[in-house]
């Protein structure tokens, strides 16, 4: 694993790949240097309802029996689906049997269609991110594993007690998203990162004042070429599949550490990335043997600065 920031994960959503892709390529992120992997959590891929897609939480699990020292995450965990209790209890569960790697990434739930559509909740966008406030509060208290009341307007607890607590008596909370009104408020009281998402990169600058003691996580799509030569066919690619997403980087590893540099001067101490060929083996090591040096090298302290 990388020594200090800036990290580099790798986003990994599960959808039309199967398990042993996934693992595999879990497992070389954690053998290359990456300091985490990241899946997301839908009962359905937006936009591709008929694709397969395992659920998040119980591949998490089954990686974390298959890989040792990389964290894992989601990006973002659906509040909805989940009771707050509930989730306090997963997750220091997964945090205990994966050694304390369980990086606990949250949201309150912006597809709105997939909610209705499996019956999870018609509620509007407040009314879900305060449910979020909530379980953020909730999960504080529980992680404690002294007895617990609440009395909130979503949710009540009585004396409730979850055993055992997690490894360091609480686990890093990811807020993502880079709403003004609902979101950054949230990041601001709860969050030990603020996970900016690319469509938002452009405003990063205008919106970390206001996610507190957060630190800085970027999420991006990279087209990463191996050579001048094949530049183009790849950032061509990349832009088909996520030029629509903003924040698209595409090159060679130099060009695409420059980038990374330019994010890191704005305060960005983790990127969690999703590759153009969905993280193959090959650019996850072309990635970490090229791109992760030529960042953490150009920054203060780092090799080419002593």
Known sequence: MTAGPPFFGLFLPQLRMDFGTIEHRARVAEESGFHSVWLMDHLSPPGLPDADCLE??????????????VRLGHLVLCDPFRHPS?????????????????????????????????????????????????TLAILELMFSGEPVSFDGAHYHLEGAMA??????????????????????????????????????VERVAALKPLAGSARLSIQLPVGLAA????????????????????????????????????????????????FSDFGSPETLRLFADEVMPAVAGAMPGGPAAR
């Not at 094949?230 to 629509?244: I, K, L, M, P």
């Not at 595409?250 to 990127?271: N, W």
């Open 86 to 134: 509930v989730l306090a209890k997963m997750a220091a569960t997964l945090d205990v049997i994966s050694g304390g790697r369980l990086e606990l990434g949250l949201g309150w739930g912006s597809v709105a269609d997939e909610l209705h559509a499996f019956g999870v909740s018609d509620d509007p966008a407040p009314v879900r991110a305060a449910r979020l406030a909530e």
């Open 163 to 200: 055993r055992p607590r997690p490894v360091a008596g609480r686990i890093p909370i990811h807020l993502g998203g880079a709403g003004r009104r609902l979101t950054m408020p949230l990041v601001a009281r709860f969050a030990d990162w603020w996970n900016c998402p690319s469509y938002a």
């Open 227 to 274: 050579s001048a030569l094949e530049r183009d066919e790849v950032a061509a690619t990349a832009q088909r599949r996520f030029g629509s997403w903003g924040g698209l980087i595409a090159g060679t590893p130099d060009e695409v550490a420059a980038s990374l540099r330019h994010e890191v001067e704005l305060g960005a101490d983790l990127f969690v990335l999703q």
């Open 56 to 69: 998040g939480w119980t591949l998490a699990s089954a990686l974390a029996a298959r890989t040792s020292t």
